[in-house]
């Protein structure tokens, strides 16, 4: 899909949609429950969608009534999945199913797109040798077997908090305490933060024994329960940008009190505005886009904690020194650092590019409300965010779709 969008400032009130990451997180509780629960809040995102199906796939029976989901939970211990889960393009459904799989002691299969499965898994593959567990993986899908034992586990955490995560909702099943150990630095720990919040609306308990331990105690049970999806600040952020830009727009659904790290958008907006700061996106990563086009069309900016960027849905340090480049802008990518130099922004001669990657399609469009231009490959916002452009008109900003020629 290639849309058009016309120079303009935005002004208006709009919801934030609900969090994907915490979306992730509640549906799985749920259906790892003894009984049916609901959670509200559900947007259709393709993210989203890859975990209810992944879900099904393994037994769990979900009806969706608009934005509300019936999830009646399977032990999943016991579960043979009836077919190949279908993680898409979601590097969540992904990691939080690997552990969930092992539970038991049948093969199961994941698959989804190329890119996906170029994306680290190495941390499960050498935890799965580790125990003599099946862990076989190819271009195309991973397929695992266990069944997973209570223990000890070490893990690196500094490249990913998914696989924190997925362990976090399989551990708890098992006969047996658990330690998870994760060497430091940790990256996103707030992402471990909503994970624990998740499995405690479910009645399972988990906590920190120092700052790098989890204790988790084995033999628990998820509790049904009926749960609520918080608004997302990672998205809500692409439109608190465009009051940096000349707009006026208002966003409601966000809990002042959220444990969210991308919370902390609002702190390095205010930064970026006043001057050129240095910034860690290390525990923020899916800001970098929108945090890096602000730099651009502001007083500029170094970040550091950047390379996580390369394993996201695009190599996001590298896509937006390219995309910003048609603005006039001058990036600088190292492996661990991002320069960003400010300019006069121009119009762009040529179409953006959105790279299959939904944050950056939404940092593009963003911009281009300065600017006016095109972008090709839009649709990658359904990924997490499908009305992206009927919010951004609703704010007056005008989005036309545009055939492509034949």
Known sequence: MKVKI?????AGFIEAPPSKSMAHRLLICAGLSKGTCTVHGIADSEDVLATIDCLEAMG?????KGTDITVTGTDIRKASPGRVLQCRESGSTLRFFVPLCLLSG??????GSERLLERPLGIYKNLCEERKLLFSQDKNSVMVKGPLKAGKYKLAGNISSQFISGLLFALPLLEGDSLLKITPPIESRSYIDMTISALNVFGVKVRWKDENTIFIKGNQEYCAEEAFVEGDYSNAAFFEALNLFGGNVKIG???TDSIQGDKVYGKMFKQLESGTPILNVSDCPDLGPILFAVAAAKNGGVFSGTSRLKIKESNRGEVMAEEL???????AVYDDEIVIYPAKFNVPKEPLNGHNDHRIVMTEAILLTLTGGTIEGAEAVTKSFPDFFEKLTS????VEEIENQQ
């Open 395 to 398: 704010l007056g900003i005008e």
């Open 6 to 10: 016309t120079k303009g400032k935005a």
């Open 106 to 111: 049948f093969n199961a299969a994941l698959t």
């Open 60 to 64: 769990v029976r979900c009806e969706k």
């Open 325 to 331: 480049k048609k603005f006039g802008a001058s990036v």
């Open 253 to 255: 659904n966000l809990m």
